[in-house]
């Protein structure tokens, strides 16, 4: 799973903290979300869609073929 969340945080001009602060989690978090290290889960998915005013599926790309 990819996702556009670097990308939506730097079009804001919004550091990783300022994004961690908003959503309630660490700086690491974003930092492994961004990298793809980590998936978010659907309560935190659900938490950076809302801040973005964007949908899950818009911020969270799931590849065809794909398994968890």
């Excluded at 996702?3 to 945080?9: D, P, S």
């Excluded at 079009?11 to 990298?35: F, H, K, N, P, Y």
């Excluded at 889960?41 to 809302?50: E, T």
């Excluded at 818009?58 to 065809?64: G, P, Q, S």
């Amino acid at each position: 799973m990819t996702n556009r969340i670097a990308e939506l945080r730097k079009t804001r001009r919004m550091s990783q903290a300022e994004l961690a602060d908003a959503v309630g989690v660490t700086r690491q978090t974003i930092i492994s979300l961004e990298s793809g290290r980590y998936n978010a889960s659907l309560l935190l998915a659900h938490r950076i869609a809302q801040y973005f005013e964007l949908t899950i599926e818009d911020i969270f790309l799931f590849e065809e073929g794909e398994s968890e």
